[in-house]
C-alpha cells in the first residue's frame, strides 16, 4: 500500500526533472543586431558578430546566433572555441558582405573562420565574398595578394552546413582543415568560370567528410581533396563551370598525408575542364592515393572527363624533369557517360617509377563530337575493364 501511495509523488518528481530538462534544452538565442550590427551592407557589424558568437560559446546550454534579414559588412572574423556547449546553431536570414577592398584582407587567408570548435551548425544565408576585384587584379598579371577564403572550419568536429550559398569569394569558398564528422549539403556555390583560385570546397586532413545535394560552378576546381583527407563520400553534386572534382594536388611536399576510402557518385559536369580527376605534382613524395571511387556520373562536354595527372608542374617551376613519388591505387570508375569535348577522354598519365594500379574501368561511355569514338591513353597504368567500356584499348 505505501508503494501505490508513493507513486504519484514519484511520478510529479519525474515530471518536474522531465519539464525542467525540456526548458533548459531550449537554445538561447542572440540576435546581432541586439548587439549594434546593421543590415545596411556598409556599417562595421564585426565586433556585434564577435560578441554574439562570445555570448553562445560561453552559454552552458544551447544557442543560437540570429542573423536577420538584410546585409551585413564584416572584416575578418574568428570564432573560436573550445565553447561550454556544443549545440550553437547560427541561422542566416540575411547576407554577410566582405570587403570589397581586397587589400583589407590582403593575405590574411581567412574571411570568416570557426577554429577548434564542437557542434556547430550554419544554416540557411548567402556569404558574398565581393571577389571580383582581387580576379581582375590577379588576371591582369599584377603583383596581387593571395587573398582570403571565404568560411574555414579548422580543427574542429561534429559540424553541420545546410542550405548555404557562397558567391564570389576571393580564394577557396569553403575550407575544411584538421575537422573530423563534417556534413554539407543544399550548399550553392558561384563563381566566374575565370575566376582564379576560387575552389568550390578543399577538403585536407579531416576525416568523415559529407558533401550532398550541392550546386557548384566556380573557376577552379569545384570540390579538391588535399592531402590527409580520408572517409568522404560526395553524393548529387552538380559541377559547372569549373576545374572538376580533383583529388590533388598531392606530391607537394617530400613527407606527406595520403588520401584514402574516397567515394563521389551521382554527380554531373556540364562544361567543365575536368570531370573526376587525380593530380599529383612530378617531384619526389611519400604520397598515396588509394581506395576511391567514381560512380554515377554524367558528363555534358567535359574537356577531359576520366583523367590522372601525375606530372603536374605549374609553369614548370620546382619539378621540371622529376618523377612524382605518389602512389596511386586501387581507383575504380563505374556507370561514367556523356560526351567529352575534346578526342582524349580517358587520360591515364600515371608515375613511371610508380606506375598506377588497380584501376577498374566498369560500364564506362564516353562519346566525342556528335557520339563519334573517342579515344583511351595510358601511361604506366595497370588494371581492368569489365562490361561496355568505350573507349576501350588502354589497360
Given amino acids: ?64 546566433v540570429y542573423v536577420p534579414a538584410g546585409r551585413f559588412y564584416l572584416r575578418q572574423v574568428v570564432f573560436n572555441g573550445p565553447c561550454n556547449n556544443n549545440a550553437i546553431r547560427i541561422r542566416i536570414d540575411g547576407t554577410l558582405v566582405a570587403p570589397s577592398n581586397y587589400m583589407v584582407p590582403g593575405n590574411g587567408g581567412n574571411w570568416l573562420l570557426f577554429s577548434a570548435v564542437n557542434g556547430v551548425t550554419i544554416s540557411g544565408g548567402i556569404l558574398d565574398g565581393q571577389g571580383t576585384g582581387l580576379w581582375a587584379c590577379k588576371n591582369s598579371g599584377k603583383n596581387c595578394p593571395d587573398g582570403a577564403s571565404t568560411l574555414q572550419f579548422s580543427n574542429s568536429k561534429n559540424i553541420v552546413v545546410s542550405g548555404l550559398t557562397s558567391i564570389n569569394s576571393q580564394m577557396f569558398h569553403i575550407v575544411v582543415n584538421g575537422c573530423n564528422n563534417v556534413k554539407m549539403q543544399g550548399v550553392k556555390i558561384a563563381a566566374s568560370g575565370d575566376s582564379p583560385n576560387t575552389d568550390g570546397i578543399h577538403v585536407q586532413l579531416s576525416s568523415g567528410v559529407t558533401i550532398l545535394n550541392s550546386k557548384i560552378g566556380t573557376g577552379d576546381d569545384c570540390i579538391s581533396i588535399g592531402p590527409g583527407a580520408t572517409n568522404l563520400w560526395i553524393e548529387n553534386v552538380a559541377c559547372g563551370p569549373g576545374h572538376g572534382i580533383s583529388i590533388g594536388s598531392l606530391g607537394k611536399d617530400q613527407i606527406e598525408a595520403g588520401v584514402q576510402n574516397i567515394t563521389v557518385t551521382t554527380a554531373i559536369f556540364t562544361g567543365t575542364q575536368n570531370g573526376v580527376r587525380i593530380k599529383s605534382w612530378g617531384r ?21 572527363p576520366i583523367v590522372i595527372d601525375q606530372n603536374y608542374c605549374p609553369s614548370n617551376e620546382g619539378c621540371p624533369g622529376q618523377v612524382s613519388g605518389v602512389k596511386i591505387s586501387d581507383v575504380t570508375y563505374q556507370d561514367i557517360h556523356g560526351t567529352s569535348a575534346t578526342q582524349v577522354a580517358v587520360n591515364l598519365d600515371c608515375s613511371s617509377m610508380y606506375p598506377c594500379s588497380g584501376i577498374r574501368l566498369q560500364d564506362v561511355k564516353l562519346t566525342y563530337n556528335n557520339n563519334q569514338a573517342a579515344q583511351a591513353s595510358c601511361n604506366h597504368a595497370a588494371g581492368t575493364t569489365s562490361g561496355f567500356v568505350q573507349p576501350a584499348g588502354c589497360l
Fill in 1 to 64: 500500500m505505501a508503494y501505490r501511495k508513493s507513486c504519484p509523488l514519484v511520478l510529479a518528481l519525474l515530471s518536474v526533472i522531465f519539464y525542467s530538462s525540456v526548458v533548459l534544452a531550449v537554445p538561447v538565442s542572440y540576435n546581432v543586431v541586439s548587439f549594434g550590427a546593421k543590415a545596411d551592407g556598409e556599417t562595421d557589424s564585426t565586433e556585434a558578430f564577435s560578441t554574439a558568437w562570445s555570448q553562445a560559446c560561453a552559454s552552458e546550454n544551447p544557442a543560437d
Fill in 284 to 304: 619526389p613524395s611519400n604520397g598515396f592515393a588509394r581506395s576511391i571511387l567514381f560512380q554515377h556520373v554524367l558528363m555534358v562536354n567535359v574537356q577531359n
